[in-house]
């Protein structure tokens, strides 16, 4: 069974077993929860598709860390102005593992 499921603005296809990153999640590593956004669930060769997310769906996950990804350098230029202006960023993610889909 796969879900599409949207969580942090992003859709991800899931299956149970698998170990994704997402944008971070409020909650504690080592605690489970719901993610209520399922927006399609295929189990075979049935496929429901929601309108925009289906009722009584939801895909139980596990959060495995809390993370920092690698650091992005933004580096801004203006050319014979005497401009520049260089920063770094680093996005928070959550690794979760997929439990289970709820249908």
Do not use: C, W
């Not at 050319?79 to 928070?92: A, E, I, L, N, S």
Request: net charge positive; no cysteine; hydrophobic share 35%.
């Amino acid at each position: 069974m796969q879900a599409v499921v949207k969580t942090g603005g992003k859709q991800y296809k899931v299956t149970p077993g698998e170990v994704i990153r997402v944008e971070r999640l409020e909650a504690e590593p080592g605690s489970e929860i719901e993610l209520s956004e399922v927006l399609m669930v295929i189990d075979g060769d049935q496929m429901t598709v929601g309108q925009p997310v289906l009722e009584n769906a939801a895909v139980k996950v596990k959060i495995v860390e809390h993370g920092k990804a690698k650091k992005v350098v933004v580096f801004k230029k203006k050319r014979r102005k005497g401009y520049k202006v260089k920063r770094g960023h680093r996005q928070h993610y959550s690794t979760i593992e997929i439990q289970e889909v709820i249908v």
